[in-house]
Nanobody, 116 residues
Framework: QAQLVESGGGSVHAGGSLTHTCSARGFTFTRYGMSWYRQAPGKERELVALIGSTGEHTNYGDSMEGRFTISRDQAKNTVYLQMNSLKPEDSAMYYC?????????WGQGTQVTVSS
């Protein structure tokens, strides 16, 4: 059974940093692209970052470029999201996602709160 287990997140002051970790189980990690999404109350879920199955390709949401970094460790079946220079508007529930063709797996979500 496919499973994505997230850790990290938490509360920080503006300008601080956090790292999310997402560990994959139950599917062939190296065949899946991985991404992070976030959703704030009353807003739609938005793409934060994605990384291709081999790790060669990355893409970021407009407001995250230059502040966030997505990476993956194929040997550990893990994807990371390093978030720097955090802003209050980055506060949201963050979700890990694995995708391949029309298959999607989701993590349980972890909360990030950035205070000004």
């Amino acid at each position: 059974q496919a499973q994505l287990v997230e850790s990290g997140g938490g509360s920080v002051h503006a300008g601080g940093s956090l790292t999310h970790t997402c560990s994959a189980r139950g599917f062939t990690f190296t065949r899946y692209g991985m991404s992070w999404y976030r959703q704030a109350p009353g807003k739609e879920r938005e793409l934060v970052a994605l990384i291709g199955s081999t790790g060669e390709h990355t893409n970021y949401g407009d407001s995250m470029e230059g502040r966030f970094t997505i990476s993956r460790d194929q040997a550990k079946n893990t994807v990371y999201l390093q978030m720097n220079s955090l802003k209050p508007e980055d506060s949201a529930m963050y979700y890990c996602n694995a995708f391949r063709w029309d298959v999607n797996y989701w993590g349980q979500g972890t909360q990030v709160t950035v205070s000004s």
